[in-house]
């Protein structure tokens, strides 16, 4: 099938298993359904929903905001964000050239639209407070669905340390 190829090259790694998720008593997502769903969903929904939340603010502006503490963190924090997506996708492209194997397109195209992502509510940060905007709703909605999804990856990942006999660096 085709999302396992995308996931894994030897399609060894399939994008739904029931025996992993419902039929065991410490249920995980797999590792196909971690990298694409719970990576693509917040950014769908930020990519969807920004061009209709965007035109909403050019039309009704309610004034400037001045750059305040909040704000810089709030943009610092967007930028690290995105550093971070980066990052990922050039290790990807360090471990292809050191190890000579071929890797999973999902390693390199699920970074990149999350650093996509994660620029685009850099701007929509910045364009808010150019607008006048302190919160949204839009921008709420996002993080919460990223914070849900990475919050699923991040126990998998405390699972599967757990669960590995020897120590990884």
């Not at 399939?14 to 971690?34: H, M, R, V």
């Not at 302190?134 to 699923?152: D, E, K, N, P, R």
Request: some cysteine; proline content about 4%; glycine content about 6%.
């Amino acid at each position: 099938m085709g999302l396992e190829r995308f996931c894994s090259v030897d399609s060894s790694d399939p994008f739904w298993d029931w025996n992993s998720t419902w039929n065991t008593s410490n249920p995980d997502l797999t590792q196909c359904f971690q990298n694409t769903v719970l990576v693509w969903v917040p950014c769908f929904y930020l990519w969807i929903g920004a061009p209709i939340y965007l035109l909403y603010l050019h039309s009704h502006g309610r004034g400037y905001i001045c750059m305040s503490h909040l704000n810089k963190a709030k943009t610092a924090v967007g930028f690290l964000l995105w550093i971070i997506c980066w990052s990922d996708v050039f290790y990807s492209f360090w471990e292809k050239n050191h190890n000579s194997s071929t890797i999973a397109p999902v390693l390199l195209i699920s970074p990149t639209l999350l650093g996509l992502t994660m620029l685009l509510a850099t701007f929509v940060i910045q364009y808010e407070r150019m607008k006048g905007v302190q919160s949204s709703g839009v921008m709420l909605i996002f993080w919460l669905l990223a914070l849900l999804c990475a919050t699923v990856t991040f126990r998998s990942k405390i699972l599967q340390a757990l669960g590995e006999v020897s120590l990884k660096d």
